[in-house]
């Protein structure tokens, strides 16, 4: 089994997967992070559902999908953060321009025959189908979105954590708002080249969900969601070279498995009494 | 010297009803003022003016001689509530660590002179016992007293605390209220403490603030909490009893609270 491994660790397309796989995990483990505490779940789930009408319109005028999905993806997520915090979180809201955005997905999908294999791969994502020229852009866009999160990440942490007291102290929560959708835009974009839309949950929410349950401070909680993205990634994709099962589907279940533990883990230490 | 808090002829509509109309008061440097009223009388309505993220529609407030956003770094404000915390086991001392010096750029760092001051902070308001807790499993009692620790942070010369004792059993009312005189007292503080109950205030306030019917009366608790002065408040018949060195407000009618009489003025 291990040279079979080392066999496939050989292959262009496997350290491609790799390489685009720990991108995207890195980056969905620190937005996730945020998203988290931002309790902005459902509008990054929307969000790469936006995508999908992004990715299959694209076609219809040339673009890849990456393109049209970042372009797509990235103005509604301006436009969200723009509404500001209440309709961020308004599962109403948020639930209209999501099947809007499916509908129009479905639409484009009909004008542009032939398409059916490429839909498929933007809904489950096709790991194994990535190129250097793609890597160079994930690579980019990842910098790209980090460097800017860096940028404001102490306010944001402060403004989504306390909004009125950020509030208090001078800070524009529509301004947070949008900067950050912006961001979870392109994570959410980078994230659905490698496990799918339909899966940009597992990277954006699982990792920093588990990290969050378990860990008392910002700089832990980042490192350890990190840590589990980049290391389920990395076990899922090579699981799929030895059995054969897609990444995704190991990716999912590691994250699943480790979810329930992780709760369960909670629980008793709830019980022993918090120390 | 300059007051901590002028407001003149304030007046602030919120969807086109007036909450506050032509508000005058004028409060010293280290006044502990009660601020009370029935529910909709418009006390978080001042305190967000007071605190500068409410444009208020006429008049204007200063404090300590400046429009409010200007003196956003002197005033600790304590907001009403806190939850969503549940599902995160962020510490107690993550979260005022969050919030000092939350408003600059750059990353969440948090230096030494910042570690120390989240030290000192958690010291005062005697919350650094439990401060590595998540905040999620901490008591009613634990949150606010963490929530004060916060408001302490780079050392305000104005507390603003929005209704910090509502759902605490009168043991953690008590104690929250005597970290607060402490610090009044320690370090010349302004405090602005809203609240609904005025007795478990009685020994600390120099002054009280009453809104209802969208003014305000400011004086010495045994000038404004009167019977006359009320109901000229409320433009209702109001009464006020007292008992062994505690105040009830109480609509002439009879029997009925102080929130009550507000729903009355609704109707």
Not at chain 1, 176 to 196: D, H
Request: aromatic letters at 8%.
């Amino acid at each position: 089994m291990i040279s079979t491994l080392a066999n496939y660790l050989g292959y262009e397309f496997v350290q491609n997967a790799l390489i685009a796989g720990t991108l995207s995990a890195i980056l969905g483990a620190i937005v996730g992070y945020f998203v988290i505490i931002r309790n902005s779940g459902f509008a990054a789930h929307a969000l790469a559902h936006i995508g999908f009408a992004g990715a299959a319109g694209a076609a219809l005028v040339g673009l890849s999908p990456l393109a049209g999905m970042l372009i797509l993806t990235a103005g509604s997520g301006v436009l969200m953060g723009q509404a500001g915090d209440k309709v961020n979180r308004s599962d109403m809201a948020i639930g209209m321009v999501l099947s809007m955005a499916l509908g129009l997905g479905t639409l484009f999908l009909k004008l542009y025959s032939g398409y059916a294999g490429q839909a498929k791969s933007i809904l489950f994502g096709e790991i194994f189908g990535v190129s250097s020229g793609q890597i160079v852009m994930m690579a980019g866009l990842s910098v790209v979105s980090l460097g800017g999160l860096a940028i404001f990440s102490r306010r944001l942490l402060f403004a989504s954590i306390q909004p009125r007291l950020a509030e208090a102290r001078g800070i524009s929560l529509s301004e947070m708002s949008t900067g950050f959708m912006l961001v979870l835009a392109i994570s959410v974009t980078l994230a659905s080249q490698i496990v799918g839309i339909l899966l940009v949950f597992t990277l954006v929410i699982a990792p920093a969900g588990i990290a969050v349950r378990l860990f008392r401070t910002f700089w832990k909680g980042i490192g350890a969601s990190v840590g589990l993205g980049v290391i389920v990634v990395w076990i899922g994709i090579l699981l799929d070279c030895v059995t054969g099962y897609p990444a995704t589907f190991w990716i999912t279940a590691l994250f699943f498995v480790i979810y329930i533990l992780a709760e369960g883990w909670c629980r008793f230490v709830m019980r022993q009494g918090h120390s | 010297m300059t007051p901590a808090l002028q407001i003149s002829d304030l007046s602030v509509s919120l969807g086109g009803n007036a909450i506050l109309s032509r508000i005058n008061a004028e409060i010293g440097a280290g006044e502990f003022i009660g601020i009370f009223g029935p529910n909709g009388a418009g006390k978080t309505t001042l305190v967000r003016c007071i605190i500068g993220t409410l444009a208020p529609s006429r008049g204007s407030i200063q404090v300590l001689g400046l429009p409010p956003r200007q003196a956003a770094r002197q005033i600790g404000y304590m907001p009403q509530g806190h939850g969503g915390f549940d599902i995160t086991a962020l510490s107690a001392r993550a979260l005022v660590e969050a919030a000092c010096d939350g408003d600059a750029w750059g990353v969440p760092w948090t230096s030494k002179a910042a570690r120390q001051e989240v030290d000192r902070v958690l010291e005062v308001t005697e919350a650094a016992r439990y401060a590595h807790r998540p905040f999620s499993v901490l008591s009613g009692g634990e949150r606010q007293r963490v929530m004060l620790a916060q408001a302490l942070l780079g050392s305000p010369r104005i507390l603003v605390l929005d209704e910090p004792l509502a759902s605490l059993d009168p043991k953690n009312q008590g104690l929250l209220i005597e970290c607060v005189a402490r610090v009044q007292t320690s370090t010349p503080t302004t405090v602005l403490f809203v609240a609904h109950d005025m007795n478990p205030l009685m020994n600390v306030m120099d002054r009280v603030m009453y809104l209802a019917g969208g003014g305000a009366a400011l004086g010495k608790l045994d000038e404004v909490i009167t019977s006359e002065c009320l109901t000229k408040l409320y433009g209702a018949d109001i009464e006020v009893v007292r008992t062994q060195n505690r105040v009830f407000v109480v609509s002439a009618e009879g029997g009925v609270t102080e929130s009550e009489c507000a729903h009355h003025d609704h109707d």
